[in-house]
């Protein structure tokens, strides 16, 4: 049902922008929990941007906002956290966001950038991870780089590109990416995350790096990693 268009029926305001509604697909009607920032008809069409479980309720729950607005999985939480007696317990985003870095360390010898591949994973890129509720951007990528490979990172200033895609079907992932500088090589990986890990130079770096996303990342990152002291 994600990514899904549908027609709205509103029939209760259970918090600012938050309301219960009716929503038709196709010629099934379903119960729904209408997010919005905006001001709001008692019908429109919109889309479904998550499916929830609560606990005490059977079934799934439509969440559904009008066309354009984008929700991230902390911000719907804390949006239904207001819905009284119901507690979320599950749910599935349209809309992904995580945050991560591209880490260097230099030594007199060299300069290597760190890649890795993910449990499962083909590729070797970046480490990342979702981002958390009340936490920046920052924060998150500092957080899930300390608990992916063990190290404590800086942050360089004037470095923040945004990498989006498609990872699976319908689901519209955005991947914040920092400039991190790490002041030892002494990986320590999550093994529950990670499968494996490399240090390289950017010349290398290129050629493992297969999405052209990741290629653009290199470059934007390597005149400010030669600029680092």
Not at 131 to 158: P, S, W
Not at 216 to 228: D, G, N, P, S, T
């Amino acid at each position: 049902m994600l990514a899904e268009n549908v027609k709205a029926n509103i029939f209760g305001k259970l918090s600012e922008g938050l309301y219960s509604a009716y929503v038709g697909v196709g010629s099934v009607r379903k119960n729904a929990y209408v997010i919005t920032r905006r001001r709001v008809g008692e019908y429109f069409d919109g889309v479904v941007v998550a499916v929830a479980e609560f606990e005490g309720q059977p079934g799934e729950r439509l969440i559904v906002s009008q066309y354009g607005e984008v929700f991230y999985e902390p911000e719907l939480r804390e949006r239904l956290s207001k819905l009284r007696n119901v507690r979320v317990r599950s749910i599935r985003c349209l809309y992904e966001k995580s945050c991560g870095g591209i880490i260097f360390y230099k030594s007199k010898q060299n300069t290597k950038i760190l890649l890795v591949k993910n449990n499962n994973g083909r590729y070797w890129s970046f480490p990342k991870g979702h981002i958390e509720d009340g936490e920046t951007e920052q924060e998150t990528a500092i957080r899930e780089i300390r608990e992916e490979t063990g190290l404590d990172v800086t942050l360089v200033e004037g470095f923040r590109e945004i990498s989006e895609y498609c990872p699976f079907g319908k689901i519209r992932k955005r991947v914040v990416f920092f400039l991190a500088r790490a002041f030892t090589d002494n990986v320590r990986i999550q093994e529950e995350e990670i499968d494996s890990y490399i240090w390289v130079d950017l010349q290398q770096a290129r050629k493992l790096c297969t999405y052209d996303n990741d290629l653009r990342i290199i470059e934007k990152a390597e005149l400010m990693i030669h600029l680092a002291k």
